[in-house]
T-cell receptor, first 114, second 115 residues
Framework: GEQVEQLPSILRVQEGSSASINCTYE??????FPWYKQEPGENPKLIID?????ERKQTQGLIVLLDKKAKRFSLHITDTQPGDSAMYFC?????????????FGQGTILKVYL | GPKVLQIPSHQIIDMGQMVTLNCDPV?????FYWYKQILGQQMEFLVN????????KSKLFKDQFSVERPDGSYFTLKIQPTALEDSAVYFC?????????????FGPGTRLTVL
């Protein structure tokens, strides 16, 4: 299968704390895992990605982890700010695709409160 | 940064009518995609397109769907005739490169309501 499951669907965190979003995938051949952030009325934007030859990647306040054995990957936002409030989507790319076909998770609404 | 535009943002039509969704991709991008998102569910891949041809389509890309990009203008998704289950938000995306690691840039979506 090619399903990607994403949890939680809604996440409320206090400003300054960390937030974690978890995704699992079915296709063991998947080798690329991007994360998109979508603010209300805006385009989904790529914020960080990880390839299957890595286990961890960090950029600014974002960390992604990949556990290929468990077919699980996660996004961790450290020191959350109100500007981090948005919808977040994880995705995976199955290598069986002829080009690039993203399989998305269901999305997580992150709300950072003061 | 690079922006993908979609026109219109909302469209309401009666079942059985034809609808065309327009996408203005990033100017130097060569590869184009459509995704469908039913309310409360994830975005699902419909089709990708390059050099005037559909490269891959999913089972959601019904016979009533067609895509084209005539003369480098808008990349369009046409549905003819529409059905109630076509109600969704349709996202267009484009990329400069082809392949697994090519970054896809998304538009804001067109919300289609079929009555």
């Amino acid at each position: 299968g090619e399903q990607v499951e994403q949890l939680p669907s809604i996440l409320r965190v206090q400003e300054g704390s960390s937030a974690s979003i978890n995704c699992t995938y079915e296709n063991s051949a998947s080798n690329y895992f991007p994360w998109y952030k979508q603010e209300p009325g805006e385009n989904p934007k790529l914020i960080i990605d990880i390839r299957s030859n890595m286990e961890r990647k960090q950029t600014q306040g974002l960390i992604v982890l990949l556990d290929k054995k468990a077919k699980r990957f996660s996004l961790h936002i450290t020191d959350t700010q109100p500007g981090d409030s948005a919808m977040y989507f994880c995705a995976a790319t199955p290598t069986t695709s002829s080009g690039q076909k993203l399989v998305f998770g269901q999305g997580t609404i992150l709300k950072v409160y003061l | 940064g690079p922006k993908v535009l979609q026109i219109p943002s909302h469209q309401i039509i009666d079942m059985g009518q034809m609808v065309t969704l327009n996408c203005d991709p990033v100017s130097n991008h060569l590869y184009f995609y459509w995704y469908k998102q039913i309310l409360g569910q994830q975005m699902e891949f419909l089709v990708n397109f390059y050099n005037g041809k559909v490269m891959e389509k999913s089972k959601l890309f019904k016979d009533q769907f067609s895509v084209e990009r005539p003369d480098g203008s808008y990349f369009t998704l046409k549905i003819q005739p529409t059905a109630l289950e076509d109600s969704a938000v349709y996202f267009c995306a484009s990329s400069f490169n082809w392949g697994v690691y090519a970054e896809q840039f998304f538009g804001p979506g067109t919300r289609l309501t079929v009555l």
